[in-house]
């Protein structure tokens, strides 16, 4: 039930991002006059293989303009991993004497919430970020006293002000987040962040809030037969957000530290994510796309759920949301995630 194990689609969003990383690594490297070291930071890097994908991909970027350019020797690299202090750091210290074996460079680990700083000051020449912008720092304030009653995000049923309390979150986090960024990064130095996304204006039309909302018909379906209480659920809310690409636009320009080269949106579909399974990703021969879902699913949210619901009733409320999820398919087959991709400049 691993993250590491249960990652396919952060996986393939990482693959099909690989070129804005290579793009903005190059333009790093040259607009800083070729540095003898180069800082890099992967932000909500987890604890899996997924965790160096990113690294390799930058330090292989790094090889090739030092290559283009004739430059000898090649620059130290300084790669800082960051995630929150209750990730398994051990893990991927544990993996690191092997990869630079083929991957020369330093690696530390940087533990704490990237909605606050965590290097310093105009050290860092690139920036990467992947699968995490869309979790907040916090659930917002506003929806803390059970007034969004029987949803766990925002749903066709959510009272208005649910979105907008929403909205004001992940604008509070992500200018916090740029603000920290630009304060850590040198003058022309790059970054690259991919978040799930929305294409809608309406979010509750949206593939990931239909998914979340069947995971709430569940915990609905059990309280029901009293095996979860009512007030528990009404409690309850995901500390997350898919914005438009509209709305981050916005949150950029306004903060006003960096300029956009590029920005797209991609969807990747749950079924691609089977097909694209990596080695160290279990992929049970004989499991629906609605049950492997399930797992990713599982393995990012699982720690948030038993928190507020405790651990022994987890194996029934994934059965119940198995059997939903296939419902989904049968509808949505080529139901999975939009996500929204940016290319950044530190201009100021």
């Known amino acids: 039930m691993s993250y590491a194990k249960n990652s396919t689609i952060q996986s393939l969003t990482q693959a099909l991002t690989k070129s804005e990383r290579e793009r903005a690594v190059t333009e790093a490297f040259k607009n800083t006059s070729s540095p003898k070291v180069m800082t890099i930071a992967d932000l909500g890097c987890s604890s899996g293989p997924n965790a160096l ?32 202090p209750r990730n398994d750091f051990n893990e991927l210290i544990g993996s690191f004497e092997d990869f630079k074996k083929s991957h020369p460079c330093f690696i530390s680990v940087a533990p704490g919430s990237f909605y606050g700083r965590l290097f310093p000051t105009q050290t860092m020449h690139f920036v990467h970020s992947s699968s995490c912008l869309h979790w907040l720092s916090q659930v917002p304030l506003e929806l803390q006293n059970g007034l969004n009653k029987g949803n766990i995000s925002i749903s066709k049923t959510s009272p208005p002000f649910v979105l907008e309390a929403y909205t004001k979150q992940f604008e509070r986090d992500f200018s916090q987040f740029l603000k920290c960024r630009a304060e850590e990064m040198i003058h022309d130095g790059c970054m690259v962040f991919t978040l799930v996304a929305r294409k809608d204006e309406d979010p509750s039309v949206e593939s990931i809030y239909l998914q979340w909302e069947l995971l709430a018909q569940a915990l609905v379906d059990m309280a029901s037969q009293g095996i979860v209480e009512t ?36 969807d990747v579909g749950w079924g691609e994510a089977r097909d694209h399974a990596c080695e160290h990703c279990e992929v049970e021969e004989n499991a629906t796309t609605a049950q492997r879902t399930v797992k990713s699913m599982r393995a990012a949210s699982e720690s948030l759920l038993v928190s507020h619901f405790g651990a022994e009733i987890m194996d029934e409320l994934l059965e119940r949301y198995s059997a939903l999820m296939e419902g989904y398919f049968s509808k949505y087959p080529d139901g999975g995630l939009t996500n929204i991709c940016a290319f950044v400049q530190r201009i100021k």
Do not use: W
């Open 231 to 266: 007030e528990k659920i009404d409690s309850f809310n995901l500390p997350f957000y898919a914005p438009t690409s509209k709305e981050v636009k916005n949150a950029i320009k306004r903060e006003g530290s960096f300029a956009i080269k590029s920005i797209r949106m991609f």
């Open 53 to 84: 994908v990113a690294v390799s991909d930058t330090i292989d970027a790094v090889e090739s303009v030092c290559k283009e350019l004739n430059q000898k020797p090649l620059p130290e690299i300084h790669i800082m991993l960051n995630d929150l």
